[in-house]
T-cell receptor
Framework: DGGITQSPKYLFRKEGQNVTLSCEQNLNHDAMYWYRQDPGQGLRLIYY???????QKGDIAEGYSVSREKKESFPLTVTSAQKNPTAFYLC?????????????FGPGTRLTVT | GQSLEQPSEVTAVEGAIVQINCTYQ??????LSWYQQHDGGAPTFLSY????GLEETGRFSSFLSRSDSYGYLLLQELQMKDSASYFC????????????FGTGTRLTVIP
């Protein structure tokens, strides 16, 4: 079955540590996205990538980094510079950048930093 | 920048019809998407309107009025499983095609 996988589902880290969240898709989609969701809030865009080896900052990129070395993979690193990293992180993809209106989401990773 | 407004909560009775409104202010507007998200789950795509008018997909319909910067999601024959959060999202062009999400409407369906 085609889809997006994110691992792990729950992640706990100590303050000051970097952590990398995995996102893999087998939909053969060109574009991929990372969002952050806080309780009772909408989704805020962290980074997006329209093509391999290219990515752009979203609205809240500070304290995060990404890479897109393969079409299938778009890992997100939450660095120690991110002031409030505890959140629900969602990865998504769309077939083409121009089809960003229809995004397919992974199950998410809930990150808790203490 | 972009701003979207939608009601934070709506309650409706099983079998009834409910309308969730979304007003937006944005530049470079392309269209309006709707997503459903159950608690703890991933958002799933419901519909997209780029042109004015009503789009129907089964029990769900979505409407857009570009002149009024307004859209709505209409859910008919409500079922308990429709209890979820519903997000409107504007597709904008700010250097690349992206979606900007609203804060969501939590729909509770009661028996």
């Amino acid at each position: 079955d085609g889809g997006i996988t994110q691992s792990p589902k729950y992640l706990f880290r100590k303050e000051g540590q970097n952590v990398t969240l995995s996102c893999e898709q087998n939909l053969n989609h060109d574009a991929m996205y990372w969002y952050r969701q806080d309780p009772g809030q909408g989704l805020r865009l962290i980074y997006y990538s329209q093509i391999v080896n290219d990515f752009q900052k979203g609205d809240i990129a500070e304290g995060y980094s990404v890479s897109r070395e393969k079409k299938e993979s778009f890992p997100l690193t939450v660095t120690s510079a991110q002031k409030n990293p505890t959140a629900f992180y969602l990865c998504a993809s769309s077939q083409r950048p121009g089809q960003a209106y229809e995004q397919y989401f992974g199950p998410g990773t809930r990150l808790t930093v203490t | 920048g972009q701003s979207l407004e939608q009601p934070s909560e709506v309650t409706a009775v099983e079998g009834a019809i409910v309308q969730i409104n979304c007003t937006y202010q944005t530049s470079g507007f392309y269209g309006l998407s709707w997503y459903q998200q159950h608690d703890g789950g991933a958002p799933t795509f419901l519909s997209y309107n780029a042109l004015d008018g009503l789009e129907e997909t089964g029990r769900f319909s979505s409407f857009l009025s570009r002149s009024d910067s307004y859209g709505y999601l209409l859910l008919q024959e409500l079922q308990m499983k429709d209890s979820a959060s519903y997000f409107c999202a504007v597709r904008v062009r700010t250097g690349a095609n992206n979606l900007f999400f609203g804060t969501g409407t939590r729909l509770t369906v009661i028996p």
